[in-house]
Structure formats: structure tokens, C-alpha cells
């Protein structure tokens, strides 16, 4: 091997973005909003108040509505308070 020639190897960091990440900035502010509003009741995701405000607010059916709503809990973008039991923001919804 010749220590002048360079190794054709080249680093690179893999990073990954979501398809949804352009919905960030507008889902950071989110209000608080329950996602299983009945718990005496199985969960439905049409009385979800997380996925109808994600619903309406990007015009979306709710199926999508729900990969948003996990892309943006595994990004942080939204939070759950386990005081309040609901979902927040990362800004909005704060005291």
C-alpha cells in the first residue's frame, strides 16, 4: 500500500430525517390535548383529540395522521405529561 495515496474509503455520517419533518415547527406548538380521552373504554383513534387536531390542522385521513403522530413522538417534537395525562408541544401547552 502506498502511505501517499489516499484510501478511497470516505466517512460519512448516515443521518435520517423523517418525510414529516417539515410539520415539526407547527406540531411544536400544540396545545394540550388527550389522546385517550374514555380510558374506561377501549382506545379508538377517532376520538383521539391528538390525531383530530393533526387531522385538521394538515388535512390529512387518519391513518396518516397516526404515522405523524409516532414520527413526531420518537422525534420529541410532542411530549406526554403523565400528570395531566395528555400530550403536549414541546413549546405550547406550557405553563
Given at each position: 500500500m502506498n502511505p501517499r495515496r489516499k484510501t478511497g474509503k470516505r466517512t460519512r455520517k448516515n443521518t435520517r430525517t423523517s418525510r414529516y419533518a417539515h410539520l415539526w415547527p407547527e406540531l411544536a406548538h400544540m396545545p394540550c390535548r388527550d389522546h385517550w380521552p374514555d380510558r374506561s373504554t377501549t382506545?379508538?383513534?377517532?376520538?383521539s383529540q391528538v390525531l383530530a387536531f393533526i387531522v385538521d390542522g394538515y388535512g390529512c385521513d387518519l391513518r396518516e395522521a397516526g404515522r405523524i403522530f409516532q414520527a413526531a413522538r420518537d422525534a420529541g417534537v410532542?411530549?406526554?405529561?403523565?400528570?395531566?395525562r395528555q400530550w403536549r408541544g414541546m413549546?405550547?401547552?406550557q405553563p
Open positions: 382506545f379508538k383513534p377517532e376520538r410532542i411530549r406526554f405529561n403523565p400528570d395531566a413549546k405550547g401547552g
